[in-house]
């Protein structure tokens, strides 16, 4: 389970080198890389490329749920 407080997850971190991104109400919206043990990127689902290369983890998620945030609703 996560805290309430936190906006995202990267899922598998400290156990491999990429998974999922998971938001706190259990949307995945891409997946992160650990790229030569020195920077983490983002690639949202249905993207090709990283949208996000940061050096420092909590950089990475304050960018991801930003942009989770800013994005528009999918309509039905």
């Known amino acids: 389970m ?6 995202v997850l990267l899922d598998g971190h400290g156990e491999c080198d990429t998974g999922a991104v998971v ?4 949307e995945v919206i891409g997946t992160w890389w650990l790229v ?6 983002f690639t949202p689902d249905g993207a090709e490329r990283h949208i996000f290369l940061e050096p420092q983890l909590g950089i990475l ?5 930003e942009w989770h ?3 528009e609703p999918v309509q039905d």
């Not at 938001?23 to 259990?26: K, L, S, V």
Request: proline fraction near 4%; charged fraction near 30%.
């Open 2 to 7: 996560m805290p309430r407080h936190w906006k």
């Open 69 to 71: 945030e800013g994005r």
């Open 61 to 65: 998620c304050s960018h991801i749920a």
């Open 36 to 41: 030569e043990d020195v920077f983490y990127t």
């Open 23 to 26: 938001t706190n109400d259990g």
